[in-house]
């Protein structure tokens, strides 16, 4: 998942952009290219728990990455919901594929649709 920067942009704001925070970007999306799951989230967040729980419960191996907390890395954080595009944490990978965070997660173990997911690789 490469970063979407408006074509509008003047080169100066593209060169800030790409490189604000790109080690932490290229973290997230090489783990998440990496892993079959990749959970990213922060510290004392109880949705990013809630998410990490239920797919222990489900027995889906995953990889975790956390950012900070409430007080701290807020940076970060930021530009990993640029670079996705989703808003909150934590945010789910399968196969590469954002698939979203807790809410979405909990509906696709309950459809079956996740194991589909986790099965087929798309």
Not at 49 to 78: D, H, M, T, V
Not at 97 to 110: D, P, S
């Amino acid at each position: 998942m490469s970063r979407n920067i408006n074509q509008n942009y003047h080169p100066k704001a593209v060169e800030f952009i790409t490189g604000y925070h790109s080690t932490t970007v290229s973290e997230v999306a090489q783990a998440a290219e990496s892993n079959t799951v990749l959970v990213v989230g922060m510290a004392q967040n109880p949705v990013v728990k809630k998410a990490r729980k239920r797919l222990e419960q489900e027995n889906i191996p995953f990889k975790y990455l956390e950012y900070g907390s409430y007080f701290s890395e807020w940076k970060p954080r930021l530009m990993i919901k640029i670079w996705s595009g989703w808003p909150t944490f934590p945010q789910i990978f399968v196969h590469g594929r954002l698939i979203g965070g807790a809410a979405e997660l909990e509906a696709l173990i309950e459809s079956g649709e996740m194991q589909a997911l986790l099965n087929t690789g798309e």
